[in-house]
């Protein structure tokens, strides 16, 4: 067997031309698409995917045609969070179909392809030391053919979900042709915010990627029997983030049990609550992040494709 030492340039596969193909690929189209969203933290668990798909379906109720790629690729949760875990893919001469959802999200997920939901999506190495790496690549591998192979058809905004974990959002990163931008989820504990601030520094400093601003989540507790507010975390230094990366705080989005509740019904809350506190919080935040887009779009920061 030959070792890549011995391979003299690219060993006949003609991977520098398969590359460049697939880029243009992708960039055709994403051609499409006016903005490319992340929605990152770092942190496990702080409520990124379903603050994903609740700014999905606010976005979408206020006019916009919205997508939603789920780029979890060994935790996916949006298909389930919006209910269509068991609609059938179309595939067409083009490629395949999102998923139509709730207000007409388009969805494209792994967790559609999956024959059972508890399968879990599994890569094999050779060693298991080099599990690590392999697994990375697949997985930036999956992504990319599930962006290329997706009819998105014309787009506002795409909206990417991404998995818990630092490394994550260079993958997604490496892979897009354009950017722009993503917003950063923090709970209000220094425990999140600790490890959120390591996200930021990586978005920023190593891959100049631009953070369009903070969302505290979980950013206390409204009673709804007398409409109270009160903290869930014992010191809420909401601001500890915004002053040390100068990031505006987008929005500070309360906790509502009946928001879980929604998620394991497979609805986005936005549409069931919508007077609810933090539906309204959901609906400022969809308003400044269009606005912060279109700043940027105008200050000529990777605007809309041409
Ligand atoms: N504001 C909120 N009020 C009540 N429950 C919330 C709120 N935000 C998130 N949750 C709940 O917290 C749990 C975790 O949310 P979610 O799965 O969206 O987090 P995540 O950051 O995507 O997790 P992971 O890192 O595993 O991808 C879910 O049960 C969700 O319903
Ligand atoms: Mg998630």
Request: glycine letters at 8%; charged letters at 20%; hydrophobic letters at 45%.
């Amino acid at each position: 067997m030959k070792r890549y030492r011995d391979i003299a340039g690219d060993g006949g596969s003609n991977i520098v031309r398969q590359v460049q193909a697939q880029q243009e690929a992708l960039r055709k189209r994403l051609a499409s698409i006016t903005y490319l969203v992340g929605v990152m933290s770092g942190k496990g668990g702080v409520g990124k995917s379903s603050i994903a798909v609740n700014l999905a379906a606010t976005l979408a109720v206020q006019g916009w045609q919205v997508g939603i790629l789920d780029a979890d690729i060994n935790g996916p949760s949006v298909a389930r969070l919006l209910g269509v875990r068991d609609e059938p893919l179309r595939e067409t001469a083009d490629g395949i179909e999102p998923v139509r959802a709730a207000a007409g999200l388009k969805v494209m997920s792994i967790d559609l392809f999956l024959p059972r939901e508890e399968s879990p999506v599994l890569w094999t190495a050779p060693t298991q030391r080099d599990a690590y790496t392999w697994r990375g690549m697949m997985e930036a591998l999956a992504l990319r053919e599930m962006l290329a192979d997706t009819c998105w058809g014309p787009l506002d905004v795409l909206i990417v979900d991404l998995p818990p974990g630092t490394d994550k959002l260079p993958n997604l990163v490496d892979i897009l042709p354009r950017f722009n931008g993503c917003l950063t989820i923090s709970q209000p504990s220094q425990l999140s915010q600790f490890v959120v601030a390591k996200a930021i520094a990586m978005a920023r400093e190593w891959f100049k990627t631009p953070v369009l601003g903070l969302v505290i989540n979980m950013a206390g507790h409204v009673c709804s029997h007398c409409g109270h507010e009160e903290a869930l975390f014992p010191v809420e230094d909401l601001e500890a983030l915004s002053r040390r990366w100068q990031l505006p705080i987008l929005a500070r989005l309360p906790f509502d049990p009946k928001f879980s509740l929604a998620a394991d019904q497979g609805r986005p809350y936005v549409l069931d609550c919508p007077q609810a506190p933090l539906s309204l919080a959901f609906g400022r935040l969809a308003s400044r992040v269009k606005d912060c887009l279109l700043a940027r779009a105008a200050d000529g920061h990777s605007g809309p494709s041409p």
